[in-house]
């Protein structure tokens, strides 16, 4: 029969949690560093967003559009082949395109369109979006009647002004002047 000492029980019984306590910080700190180091390789060069939320504030001209109703589709394109599917076309192609891109790719897992229609004239709350960090762009297309691109793009995740105007919108930082239709 094998007799241990009390003092002797009581420094394995140490050593025991700390090697447990040790062992369960590195599991831990594995972990974290693995979903940091996998999280930051998904997004693509250029890309500034992480999940965060903006406020894009609308102003109305009376005389906006020529007195008529403008849709305007914020689309947020999620995956590099939405992406690439979106940044060229002009407003007046992605409205007529736009039923067969709802058929062709997943709302929520490729991109994310916010639709409005807006009135001449009228005082509307300002839009909050909730950028999701898989985020490429942010694209406000504008359907005007008259002749002109009436899109606006941009990789940068900062609250802006949209003023809808007689015949084109801008797009403004709310701090700054106007910043125009097509700036990137």
């Known amino acids: 029969m094998v ?5 002797y029980r009581l ?11 040790l062992f369960l910080i590195a599991s831990i700190y594995l972990h974290l560093c693995t979903n940091l180091l996998s999280g930051c390789s998904s ?4 890309f500034l967003f992480i999940q965060q939320d903006i406020t894009i504030a ?3 001209t009376s005389n906006a559009n020529n007195g008529n109703a403008v849709a305007v589709d914020i689309l947020m394109p999620l995956t590099a082949a939405t992406q690439t599917a ?10 007529s395109r736009k039923a067969q891109f709802q058929r062709d ?6 991109y994310w ?14 839009i909050k979006v909730s950028l999701k960090d898989q985020t490429k762009s942010i694209i406000v297309f504008a359907d005007y009647q008259t002749e ?4 606006f793009r941009t990789t940068r995740g900062e609250n802006m002004v949209l003023t809808l105007s007689k015949s084109d919108f801008t797009i403004a930082d709310p701090t700054f002047n106007s910043t125009g239709s097509e700036n990137e």
């Not at 997004?43 to 250029?46: D, E, L, M």
């Not at 790719?105 to 490729?110: I, R």
């Open 58 to 60: 609308v102003q109305i």
């Open 148 to 151: 002109g691109e009436h899109r």
């Open 11 to 21: 420094n394995m019984q140490r050593i025991f949690r700390r090697t447990i306590s």
């Open 86 to 95: 979106v940044e060229q076309l002009t407003a007046r192609q992605w409205f």
């Open 105 to 110: 790719y997943t709302s929520g897992q490729d």
């Open 3 to 7: 007799i241990i000492s009390f003092q």
């Open 113 to 126: 369109v916010l639709h409005y229609e807006y009135v001449p004239g009228t005082v509307v709350p300002p």
């Open 43 to 46: 997004h693509s060069p250029g």
